[in-house]
């Protein structure tokens, strides 16, 4: 047993234990140290092979795995990955992100089987693919989180955790267990193709790198600790700043972010980003977003995309606009229907009120003042995109204004009033659903009809 793994912190949680289990030297090794451990303290252990079909001697490989988890009394899972691979995504990064959701999957099958509510996942990178990891993030140029590598503990969601207890074990550690207790693995045939640039790295640049230095990768190893450590100080700063920033889930408040130097600002943005999309964005895109959406003129329409939305200014506050909002209102089509109690496509009717969760935009107040319910000969209708010029008089209101008008005094974003909801009882205009009523049609006898309504998708 290697003395540098601590299988025993893991173990002592008292959760299962699920291997990801390739049938390599790695993780065969991994999932022998479990075996012997759990000879002197029992615990559920289970292994999973994912089946990524990139080679001709996969079926093979699964075979292997599933003989020996039986010989050895491991649970056995595994699953086949369709790998698709579009231009420009990374052969590796698509079967990683194609193993990582199908593991996920079994594991919650898993715990719904044994009824656990946590389980530890492991997996057997060592310290060479630590060094090799470092190298890759300082070729593309990664900030010390990237250079930060990888961890011994992640949290993958409420279920799972992520340890790597192999981290600071050498692969020649492991290739002297492995021989030492006789055991068979596969070997991947496309470690040796080059192409790829974890192999390229492997197989012909560090050899050099530690040949000339003795240590190398421990320096590594230290430096990238260090980078993690730097991270967590900056993401516990950034998280401060932003309770004092954030306005809503998907708002900053521009002038406070503004107070902050640059670094910071980038720090903040960072640290809000994460909790609304996956891919965090570029360095360029930051400073895009500092300097041409936070410091834009308020009648500016600028902009910064992502892949899952984008960074938008609206009367001193920057928003995170999801794809929804980008919907176009030529494909939106208006609801209609002939009665006015009949139940339209998601929603609901009781007692003569129509309700719907999620309304787009939803001040109580406003939402809640009722209108009178239509007449037998009205057809109600919802429609988006109305022209800005058309004249309404909301409730509590002296005059008529235009659309347009009402909406920014309402501080709906120019990107979203296409989005709001407008009522009509025939050709007239009943309410903009979420924000007010005309005062035409409100009433307070018991026929009145109060409406909230779905963004349109």
Partial sequence: MMKTTPFNQIIQLGYPIVVAYSGG?????????????RKRQAFPLYAIHIHHGLSTHA???????????????????????HITQQNQQSLEAVARDARY???????????????????????????DDQVETFFIRLKRGSGPKGLSAMANKRTVNDLITLYRPLLNTDRTALLTYAEQNQLQWVEDESNADDMFDRNFLRNNVLPIINKRWRGFKD??????????????????????DL?????????????????????????????????????????????????????AREDSQAQVKLKQGSLR????????????????????????????LSSPLRNLVYNQIIYCEDALVCDPERSLMAVRAAHADEIVSIHYGVSGSVLCQPANRGRKRSIKKL??????????????????????????????????????????VLYSINPPI
């Fill in 101 to 127: 959701r199908l593991i996920t999957e079994i594991i919650n099958q898993i715990a719904k089987e044994g009824a656990y509510n946590a389980v530890s996942l492991i997996t057997g990178q060592h310290k």
């Fill in 59 to 81: 079926d093979a490989w699964l075979a292997h795995c599933k003989q020996t988890s039986e010989e050895w009394g491991v649970n056995f899972y595994h699953a086949h990955a």
């Fill in 219 to 240: 320096c590594v190893v230290r430096s990238a600790e260090l980078a993690a450590e730097y991270t967590q100080i900056v993401e516990e700063v950034a998280s401060e």
């Fill in 313 to 340: 200014k609206y009367q001193q506050k920057l928003y995170f606009c999801p794809l929804l909002d980008e919907i176009p209102v030529e494909v939106i089509k208006p609801i209609i229907w002939s009665s006015p």
């Fill in 243 to 295: 309770t004092q920033i954030k306005v809503s889930a998907n708002q900053l408040c521009c002038v406070r972010l503004s107070t902050l130097s640059d670094n910071r600002q980038r720090a903040v943005l960072r640290c809000w980003l994460q909790t609304l999309c996956s891919q965090l964005p570029s360095q360029k895109q930051l400073h895009a977003i500092q300097h041409e959406v936070i410091k």
């Fill in 25 to 37: 030297l790695d993780s065969t090794v991994l999932l022998k140290q479990l075996v012997e451990l």
């Fill in 407 to 448: 909406l920014h005094e309402y501080k709906v974003p120019y990107w979203q009033r296409h989005l709001v909801p407008f009522l009509f009882y025939n050709d007239q205009l009943v309410a903009a659903i979420g924000l007010w009523p005309c005062s035409e049609f409100v009433t307070s006898s018991e026929s009145s």
